[in-house]
């Protein structure tokens, strides 16, 4: 029966390489981040039928990616092949729907099965501490000390596991919030600075709502994601989720404070979309946003390709930003959630060497610009004017520049308070909002059902 199930096991992976690798469609999955934009450095990469030297050794890159960030993958891929010439670098593309979630699910499978793994995108440090516990990474502390790399010096977010570090961010993509200019105009309001709270933010909300009906401009959006569950804890705590003890961190006040807030801006206020329309019409927040159907909107940098995308997003008005508001004025200044992608070395790779090459230099390259660089020593202004590119009537730099690169900010986020299981407690804490908001629950209660969740999932790992 073992044997079977072997067969059978292996036969579905090939299956499943044989229809992704083919794969290059143009639609994203509803939690994934897009790339911020097109710039390249006109090297198209690799061309179909070329042979290569025997002597070569080929990197195999998987990843979720499509439409334009495949294409600037390809393009780095040949930047990298034309300065190491005896590295191939094959990016495949292991789903062709752009989703990440499906992208795991494939990627486990192939882990299961002790396919060779070379390089492995994620999305969020717990998917890759998740897997470094089972033992499909490779540790990259012995490569980044004979590279003399400090890596909590040079990359904004360090993935580790059991003292150990499993992934290097290529990407870095700090929160933040963007408004519409116009609206803020209209409404006699400044740019928010550092030092705004959730308060202010509420009232800035208050203040830009306007109209009725099909024709009604909501003050703010908030989207369905677990980050918009609690903006507090990814920016102020550690970890979102837990404790340093690895306890579930929910029945923190900071949770009864953000569901509160939310319930009241969306039910006193009216100045937020209603959570159930958003679920049942699966709306997409760049979309409600550049549309002109709210005023301004929680999110990160990868929106700026969006906005630069004037084919898909028609508008005319400038997006400008200001930092993620604090809980209180008692809060530090300058903490922020910085999130990104993360690229990984398989513990079956038989080139470990050549795969850590290939995913340090995507971190420190800057020829193709998709976000901010995962390394900390990149010139901040080279990236935000090549992210906007011809777009200044639509993306001001200067506010854009005050927000990500004011001296002041950082990231409180600890890699090592996560766990292997710490991506289930994402789910907790969205289906907790979801019963909270839509079942007119309290908060207390919607906090109890959560800490109840997360002990069944952690019970459930041990």
Known sequence: MKAMKLVFI?????????????????????????????????????????????????????????????????????????????????????????????????????????????????????????????????????????????????????????????????????????????????????????GWTWDDFREYAKKLTKGKG????????????????????????????????????????????????????????????????????????????????????PTATFILGMIADKEKYPHDFQTVFAPLPRSSEEVEIGLSYIGGNFLSVGATSEHKEESYQFIRYMAQQTDVIRDFPGSRSIDGATVTKALIGDNGNLIDEASLIATAFDGRVKTIYDANYTTGYASQLKKVIEDGFSGYILDNKSAEDAQAAMTEAAKTVIESAK
């Open 214 to 297: 099909q024709d009604k401009q909501y003050g703010a959006y908030f989207h369905t994601w677990g980050e918009y569950v609690n903006l507090i804890t990814y920016t102020e705590k550690p970890h979102p989720y837990l404790n340093a003890d690895k306890s579930p961190i929910f029945g923190d006040e900071s949770y009864k404070q953000f569901f509160e807030l939310r319930r009241a801006m969306e039910q006193e206020d009216k100045s937020v979309k209603p959570f159930s329309d958003i679920v049942g019409a699966k709306l997409h927040y760049a979309t409600e946003f550049l549309n002109g159907d709210a005023a301004m909107i």
């Open 10 to 194: 292996c036969s579905l992976v090939m299956l499943l390489l044989a229809a992704c690798g083919s794969g290059n469609g143009n639609q994203s999955g509803e939690g994934d981040k897009p790339a911020a934009t097109n710039q390249g450095s006109g090297n198209e990469g690799k061309q179909e039928g070329e042979e290569k030297p025997q002597d070569k050794v080929t990197v195999k890159y998987y990843t979720w990616a499509n439409g334009v960030t495949w294409e600037n993958i390809q393009k780095i891929a040949g930047n990298f092949e034309t300065a190491n010439p005896a590295i191939d670098v094959e990016p495949i593309q292991l789903v062709d729907n752009g989703n990440s979630t499906d992208f795991y699910k494939k990627l486990d499978i192939m882990a299961a099965t002790g396919e060779p793994i070379d390089v492995v995108q994620f999305s969020n440090v717990d998917f890759i501490v998740e897997r470094a516990a089972r033992g499909v990474l490779e540790p990259l502390d012995d490569f980044l000390a004979k590279d003399k790399i400090d890596a909590s010096k040079e990359f904004y977010v360090s993935p580790s596991y059991d003292g150990k570090m499993y992934g290097i961010q290529d990407m870095a993509s700090p929160w933040l919030i963007a408004l519409n200019k116009s609206a803020l105009d209209e409404a006699g309001l400044p740019v928010p600075e550092w």
